[in-house]
């Protein structure tokens, strides 16, 4: 498994921008197809973005479709999620997520960081 670690998170205003991080372990990370999911308070955990090993493909969901983008750099062992025109609505932990192959389903990733927590005002 590869370990994971977010960062990035913080305060934003409501149309503002934030760039999240994650930084994977371990010299198999091109292996890996890569996830963003995020869970509200009292919600469940939702999918966010995925992209495939090598970046070419990449799933949105509908909500965040043309505000986020999710990217990759296989030689840093990193995944991103730039957030632009951040809403209220996208308040929420922030978990990074691996697996081995491009999906939208929480179970089809094995591989979880702790998360990052994105607030944002109005």
């Known amino acids: 498994q590869v370990q994971l670690v977010e960062s990035g998170g913080g305060l934003a205003q409501a149309g503002g921008s934030l760039r999240l991080s994650c930084a994977a372990s371990?010299?198999?990370?091109?292996?890996?197809?890569m996830g963003w999911f995020r869970q509200a308070p009292g919600k469940e955990r939702e999918f966010v973005a995925a992209?495939?090993?090598?970046?070419?493909?990449?799933y949105y969901s509908d909500s965040v479709k043309g505000r986020f983008t999710i990217s990759r750099d296989n030689a840093k062992n990193a995944v991103y999620l730039q957030m632009n025109s951040l809403k209220s609505e996208d308040t929420a932990v922030y978990y990074c997520?691996?697996?081995?192959?491009?999906?939208?389903?929480?179970?089809?990733?094995?591989?979880w960081g702790q998360g990052t927590q994105v607030t944002v005002s109005s």
């Open positions: 992209i495939g090993r090598i970046g070419g493909n990449t």
């Open positions: 997520a691996a697996g081995p192959r491009i999906a939208t389903g929480l179970g089809d990733f094995g591989s």
């Open positions: 371990g010299r198999t990370f091109g292996l890996y197809a």
